[in-house]
């Protein structure tokens, strides 16, 4: 007589799909959403004969993950490639050799001579162009530089700079004790003048002065500075008043001659 077969065993109940790959640029809405729970890709019976059903899922839902993924961040991409063609230039060109654009005449009386080659390099780059140029001032009785000017100009060809140059430049004295910040009208969109005296009537002391200037996203700095360690009449250095003319009569110069 021949044994009874056994009973089958009953199927083991599927498995569940794994939640989505967590994106980058968002969250689940409250209350759940389409990542929340298994949704309608949840398995109510056994998975088909042949198939597989758990892990054809977890397919699904890597992919699902990978589009939400790549659509954002192709949003992100286009949003940030649309600011290039934005830019708000002016015209400007960040010279190659700032030293050999820049006009600084206005000082040549008061220095005459220079102490070594000036120091200028550049970037070129797809966010921002900048030309930076230093020059050392000397007088015709001096050994050694007497004053010092550094120049600068950033091209912003992705992001609009003016908010942050105005925090930066309008509130220097919010971070910065001792230094006069004066708007300058008449120079680019918006200037900001920054000086400082230390001298007095004592026999040592510095003098300081920055022109900052943002004209659409083009932001430009010129900056003397100079510093007395004993007196002496044929080194003094020129007034506060003097310097701050000389900036901004050779910063308009300099930014005419490039513009395009």
Known sequence: M?????????PEPPEQPPPAPPS???YPPPGGG??????????TSAPPPGGSGGAGRAVLWAAVGAVVASAAWAVAFLALDAGKDDADLRGYTA???LCGKADHSSFDDEYPDDS???????LKDTALDQSYCSLNLKKTTSSYADA???????LHKRTDPGPEF???????GDLHDGYDVDTVDGIGDEAYLVSQDTTGDTTSGSRYATLAVRDGWMTWTMTYSSYLTSYDEDKDPPELDEVTDWLKTDTESTLEALRD
């Open 2 to 10: 021949s044994t009874p077969p056994k009973p089958s065993q009953p």
């Open 24 to 26: 980058a640029y968002s």
């Open 34 to 43: 389409p990542y929340a729970s298994p949704g309608p890709y949840a398995a």
């Open 95 to 97: 010279a190659a050799n």
């Open 116 to 122: 070594g080659s000036p120091t200028h390099n550049s």
């Open 148 to 154: 010092y000017l550094t120049l600068q100009l950033d």
């Open 166 to 172: 105005r925090a930066v430049w309008k509130k220097y």
